[in-house]
């Protein structure tokens, strides 16, 4: 049995390379960084549910949305979301109130 390196898709290799329009809520300044090559790595371990969450956010992107991403990107644009929104409102960001609620506070 030959294992190959799975190739890219038609939607990968063909996607647009104008940046998209801006959006029209202001509340998120940070963006996530766009797909390159990045030179630090951190390893993240998510249940099988997430994983599964975050494939089906992909595939919803792709199918929906016309915006072919990998999951990594998904990741850089979620945690730039949250990052803007802990900077822009500290003890009310979405963060802070879901940790304080999984700890019990």
């Given amino acids: 049995m030959t294992r190959r390196a799975p190739l890219p898709g038609a939607a990968e290799l063909f996607r647009p390379t104008t940046p998209p329009k801006p959006e029209t809520r202001p509340e998120v300044v ?17 249940s099988d549910e997430e ?9 919803t992107l792709r199918a ?6 990998d ?7 979620a945690i730039a979301v949250l990052l ?4 822009e409102y500290g ?7 879901r940790l304080r609620q999984e700890n019990g506070q």
């Fill in 51 to 59: 994983l599964l969450a975050l494939e089906h956010a992909r595939l």
């Fill in 84 to 87: 803007a929104d802990l900077e």
């Fill in 71 to 77: 999951r990594g990107r998904v990741v850089r644009e």
């Fill in 30 to 46: 940070r963006g996530g960084s766009p797909r390159q090559k990045h030179d630090t790595k951190i390893t993240v371990y998510v």
């Fill in 91 to 97: 003890e009310e960001s979405l963060l802070v109130r």
């Fill in 64 to 69: 929906k949305h016309a915006l072919a991403v």
